[in-house]
């Protein structure tokens, strides 16, 4: 299984601000998912961060508000943009597993609260 | 729209019963379907996923997927205090992404 670091795990943001979220992978892996899980709901998937690419966002969620950055194989970063409270969530890094095809581990999430 | 769906609970049972958890979906091109369990507070970690029509069993979890239904449960027996979480069923077509449930909260009752 593969180890993902995420930071921050928690903070609380004024509305209005930005806030970027760091994931770091053990290992190199080709494509890193950001997903969202507001209170009480399940995964919603942001978007896929293929290294050397633009990243590819689902329905509803748009680079001006989530831009994310994929420098290299094993690490991604995440930018909530101008947060509102709607925006608090947790967010989620995701990576799939090397051995078994369409197995997910996730790092521990980062709890926002936006004020 | 590719839907997965589960009851929202909470499923109560008592220390040692067995837990059934249910989970549909509308994609029929599907082709991997897992579990995950969500302690509160904590992130999604796998625990069963299976692939083809039948049973498969891995301590005391059972996974169960019936292709024709479009359907697949999770069966946790001699359940557990520790067993107390959310259990999220996810859905994948390869090349495409996960669709994730909504979750069902278990509780067991020591």
């Known amino acids: 299984s593969a180890v993902i670091s995420q930071k921050p795990s928690r903070d609380i943001c004024q509305r209005g601000t930005s806030l970027t979220i760091q994931c770091q992978v053990d290992s190199q892996v080709t494509m890193m998912f950001w997903y969202r899980q507001q209170p009480g709901q399940s995964l919603t998937l942001i978007a896929t961060?293929?290294?050397?690419?633009?990243?590819?966002?689902e329905s509803g969620f748009v680079i001006d508000k989530f831009p994310i950055s994929r420098p290299n194989l094993t690490f991604s970063t995440l930018t909530v943009s101008n947060m509102s409270p709607e925006d608090s969530s947790i967010y989620l890094c995701?990576?799939?597993?090397?051995?078994?095809?369409?197995?997910?581990?996730f790092g521990e999430g980062s709890r926002l609260t936006v004020l | 729209q590719k839907e997965v769906e589960q009851n929202s609970g909470p499923l109560s049972v008592p220390e040692g019963a067995i837990a059934s958890l249910n989970c549909t979906y509308s994609?029929?091109?599907?082709?991997?379907f897992f579990w995950y369990r969500q302690y509160s507070g904590k992130s999604p970690e796998l625990i069963m996923s299976?692939?083809?029509?039948g049973d498969k069993e891995d301590g005391r979890f059972t996974a169960q997927l019936n292709k024709a239904s479009q359907y697949v449960s999770l069966l946790i027996r001699d359940s557990q205090p520790s067993d107390s979480a959310t259990y999220l069923c996810a859905v994948n077509n390869y090349g495409q992404n996960f669709v994730f449930g909504p979750g069902t909260r278990l509780s067991v009752l020591p």
């Open positions: 994609d029929r091109g599907s082709q991997s």
């Open positions: 995701s990576v799939e597993s090397q051995v078994h095809t369409g197995e997910l581990f």
């Open positions: 961060a293929n290294q050397g690419s633009e990243a590819t966002y």
């Open positions: 299976i692939y083809s029509n």
